[in-house]
């Protein structure tokens, strides 16, 4: 959540301004190459919306993964994996696991997650 010290609009309402401005004005009056970039930007702009609306709770969620494998990081968790130190936790392993791939797909791109699975 944004700090009450910062006035509307928010830097969502501003990604989100800049992103709709080039889907709606600059797509529609470019070609090739430029086009292409004004694509990628498009999508750039569309993983910070969403990464502005999730990360927060998805960063809360992911500690909370960690430290219930008994890790304080992602390198940690690697490390405990290595050594075998939680195959005796296995199905919670890979339940974390695919929890964090989930989050992060959520914001590389919604469109690559089975509708199933969320």
Same mark, same amino acid.
């Given at each position: 959540?944004?700090?009450? +010290?910062?006035?509307?609009?928010? %830097?969502?309402? +501003?990604?989100? #301004?800049?992103? &709709?401005? *080039?889907?709606?004005?600059?797509?529609?009056?470019?070609?090739?190459? /430029?086009?292409?970039? %004004?694509?990628? !930007?498009?999508?750039?702009? !569309?993983?910070?919306?969403? &990464? *502005? &609306?999730?990360? %927060?709770?998805?960063?809360?969620?992911?500690?909370?993964? *960690?430290?219930?494998?008994?890790?304080?990081?992602? %390198?940690? +968790?690697?490390? #405990?994996?290595?050594?075998?130190?939680?195959?005796?936790?296995?199905?919670?392993?890979?339940? !974390?696991?695919? =929890?964090?791939? /989930?989050?992060?797909?959520?914001? =590389?791109?919604?469109?690559?997650?089975?509708?199933?699975?969320?």
């Amino acid at each position: 959540m944004m700090s009450e +010290l910062h006035d509307v609009p928010s %830097a969502h309402d +501003l990604v989100e #301004a800049v992103r &709709e401005w *080039l889907e709606r004005d600059v797509l529609a009056g470019t070609s090739g190459r /430029l086009q292409f970039h %004004a694509r990628v !930007a498009i999508n750039v702009l !569309a993983m910070v919306e969403r &990464e *502005l &609306e999730l990360g %927060a709770e998805q960063a809360r969620d992911h500690e909370t993964r *960690l430290a219930d494998l008994g890790v304080d990081s992602d %390198a940690e +968790l690697a490390d #405990a994996i290595r050594s075998g130190h939680l195959d005796d936790r296995l199905d919670e392993v890979i339940e !974390a696991v695919r =929890a964090d791939v /989930l989050a992060k797909l959520l914001v =590389a791109n919604p469109n690559y997650v089975s509708r199933d699975v969320t």
